[in-house]
């Protein structure tokens, strides 16, 4: 069987992934603020596709547009990364609980490469692979049952 084609991502997706990255990774630090064209020759591409990521970054609460200043990357409070806890520790128990109670077993090879990929970046101290292998893991178990509104949650949840 051929496997789906995915379409490439765009490049409005992929600034946001390295601004979103740069912020996780404090790379960009919280209370800065910085300008869209400097991140956009930083990154070696147009305006358009960083405002846009900016903009979805902004409606996640990671930057605030400041008018005639430029973005400020916020700081995520306690009570924002609980959140995000709580609502992955809900879903993930779920996942967890359908697979073990499945009664064909699941393929989980994909899944146990992000984590001995995850084991190298700790042991590495690579806190941005870290992440991201982490955000994997999670996508990958919510793709195991087929749950797409899932896989769209995990995708999309702050980390």
Request: overall charge positive; some cysteine.
């Amino acid at each position: 069987m051929i496997k789906k084609l995915h379409s490439p991502p765009s490049l409005a997706e992929l600034a946001y992934e390295k601004i979103h990255q740069s912020i996780l990774s404090g790379k960009l630090k919280c209370g800065e603020i910085y300008q869209e064209i400097g991140l956009a020759q930083q990154l070696g591409i147009s305006r358009t596709p960083v405002r846009e990521a900016l903009l979805e970054l902004s409606t996640r609460g990671f930057v605030t547009f400041l008018p005639r200043k430029g973005i400020r990357i916020n700081r995520l409070s306690i009570q924002d990364i609980e959140e995000v806890f709580e609502l992955r520790r809900v879903l993930e128990i779920y996942i967890v609980e359908k697979l073990a109670m499945a009664k064909n077993p699941y393929d989980l090879t994909e899944a146990k490469k992000i984590l001995a990929k995850q084991n190298i970046a700790l042991q590495n101290n690579d806190s941005q692979t870290y992440i991201s292998t982490g955000r994997s893991f999670h996508i990958a178990l919510a793709r195991l049952i087929q749950n797409s509104l899932f896989v769209s949650i995990q995708e999309n949840i702050q980390d």
